[in-house]
């Protein structure tokens, strides 16, 4: 029986290896075609703008805006029973791209639409560390 108490982990593939290496040595990474100059996520073995094969890792500066975003307050997976309630968000890279990922070490009644943040690392084995936000600033509203 599987232990409940675990975190569910990614597993990579061919066309996201790079990604979670990156993030176990806490940098952000995204994919820029070489062809193009357009960069994507998430990781595929072409480029969404031209088709071009020629893609390379860059490391994001790791800053970017909240798009949307919502707070849990039921755990989706017995794991995260601690951590509840947690804002799951979809960010807006500066460089163009959008993330799905955490917001953490910040007041949930803080989160905003629109609000700053910037990348932290949570190593949650050996094997594997998640890129996560938190806000910039916290306002006082």
């Not at 990474?29 to 480029?47: I, L, S, T």
């Not at 017995?78 to 799905?100: C, T």
Request: aromatic share 8%.
């Amino acid at each position: 029986m599987a232990d409940t108490t675990l975190r569910p982990e990614p597993r990579p593939t061919a066309e996201t290896a790079g990604y979670w290496e990156a993030a176990r040595e806490e940098h952000l990474v995204v994919q820029r075609c070489e062809n193009c100059g357009r960069h994507q996520f998430y990781p595929r073995a072409f480029c969404t703008a031209c088709l071009s094969e020629k893609l390379e890792w860059v490391e994001s500066a790791g800053e970017g805006s909240i798009y949307t975003f919502t707070v849990c307050r039921i755990p989706a997976n017995p794991s995260m029973a601690d951590k509840v309630p947690y804002a799951v968000a979809v960010i807006d890279l500066d460089e163009g791209v959008r993330l799905l990922t955490n917001i953490v070490d910040c007041p949930i009644d803080r989160i905003r639409v629109g609000a700053r943040v910037e990348v932290r690392f949570e190593r949650i084995s050996a094997e594997t560390t998640l890129p996560q936000f938190t806000l910039t600033e916290v306002d006082d509203r």
